[in-house]
């Protein structure tokens, strides 16, 4: 099973920025699958992008464009480049990944758009 650790959440203005990070506890290569989702207060969890080794990230209509997923392969860590944020970006930030038949969640970190 893989660990991980979900970081660099905060308190942002709309508009600004923030870039979380999903530090893996082994190789990212050898995991299957990746995704960010978050959950707002009172609402279900959703997707935000998940994307799967060799092809193209998947993004959540609600954060095209803004959002950008990137990964350090040296340091073991996907980054969510979050722009232009928004109040409705207000949410727990949560990473999984899949990797042998296994599904891991990171801890959230907490991300707060508010001026």
């Known amino acids: 099973q893989v660990q991980l650790v979900a970081s660099g959440g905060g308190l942002v203005q709309p508009g600004g920025s923030l870039r979380l990070s999903c530090a893996t506890s082994?190789?990212?290569?050898?995991?299957?699958?990746m995704a960010w989702y978050r959950q707002a207060p009172g609402k279900q969890r959703e997707l935000v992008v998940s994307?799967?080794?060799?092809?193209?990230?998947n993004y959540a209509d609600s954060v095209k464009g803004r959002f950008t997923i990137s990964r350090d392969n040296a340091k073991n860590t996907v980054y969510l480049q979050m722009n232009s944020l928004k109040p409705e970006d207000t949410a727990v930030y949560y990473c999984?990944?899949?990797?042998?038949?296994?599904?891991?969640w990171s801890q959230g970190t907490q991300v707060t758009v508010s001026s």
């Open positions: 082994g190789s990212i290569f050898s995991i299957a699958a």
């Open positions: 994307f799967t080794s060799g092809e193209n990230p």
């Open positions: 999984n990944a899949f990797k042998n038949g296994l599904l891991s």
